[in-house]
């Protein structure tokens, strides 16, 4: 069984193309799990409409304010985790599109690995090539301090036998995706497939684009990732 995991927030204006490049590929015994962070516009309208059964809505409130964007995100996709009962999870953004044969690859690879990262090509706001992969120079892995490599939780998919290490999410977790990654590739066993398996909408308004933090901050911040890990090996 799978779990597709996806945490939304107004994404009225792609939602439906995710869902339909994602929905062909399951198995009737397969879940899409969303955690909606309140959703002002027509996005719950929209997933609603495809009265599919597969598909399992959560609604996520977000417990206090903070000054890093990238948290929200985290929190709310800690959510959809957190009710996820399949023994494959898959994390989605609700904007990008999958590849006919990304589940099956990923499948594929989880046979003998706890973890896949793949490779995505990048389209425009209209889900238009621009000719560039976002790993273009090859998958590269973390190393202890959290410098090199860079994943993307929309490219990942891993064993949910996994979940009882990652969760609950550090406090104060900033990005999800490098958690799950940086706890499965240090413990376990990672695949890194070098062809795109989805398209991957890389848009300049994106929050995730346009980041800065001070050194002090980066410091603590993977201080306190690095003991966190610590704790969950022991």
């Not at 909606?36 to 996005?43: E, L, V």
Request: with cysteine; hydrophobic share 40%.
């Amino acid at each position: 069984m799978i779990s597709v995991c996806i945490a939304t927030h107004n994404g009225e204006k792609y939602i439906k193309e995710q869902l339909d490049s994602i929905l062909c590929q399951l198995w009737p015994e397969d879940e899409v799990v969303i955690s909606d962070d309140g959703s002002t516009d027509s996005t719950l309208e929209i997933i609603q409409s495809y009265n599919d059964s597969r598909i399992k809505i959560f609604y996520f409130k977000q417990p206090n304010k903070t000054s890093h964007t990238h948290i929200y995100a985290s929190r709310n996709f800690e959510n959809a985790l957190k009710h996820a009962k399949g023994e494959y999870i898959f994390l989605s953004d609700q904007d990008d599109i999958w590849m006919p044969n990304k589940v099956a690859v990923c499948l594929e690879a989880l046979t003998q690995n706890d973890m896949i990262v793949h490779n995505m090509e990048i389209v425009n706001d209209f889900g238009e090539c621009i000719g560039k992969t976002l790993y273009s120079e090859g998958i590269k892995k973390q190393n202890l301090w959290m410098i090199g490599g860079t994943y993307y939780g929309c490219a990942l998919a891993f064993k949910a036998k996994w979940l009882k290490r990652i969760l609950p999410f550090p406090k104060n977790l900033v990005l999800h995706d490098f958690w799950i990654s940086y706890i499965i590739e240090k413990l376990g066993k990672a695949y890194y497939e070098i062809n795109p398996l989805m398209y991957y909408r890389y848009r300049d308004e994106s929050v995730s684009h346009n980041v800065s933090n001070s050194v002090y901050f980066k410091i603590k911040y993977r201080l306190s990732i690095v003991f966190a890990l610590l704790r969950r090996m022991l």
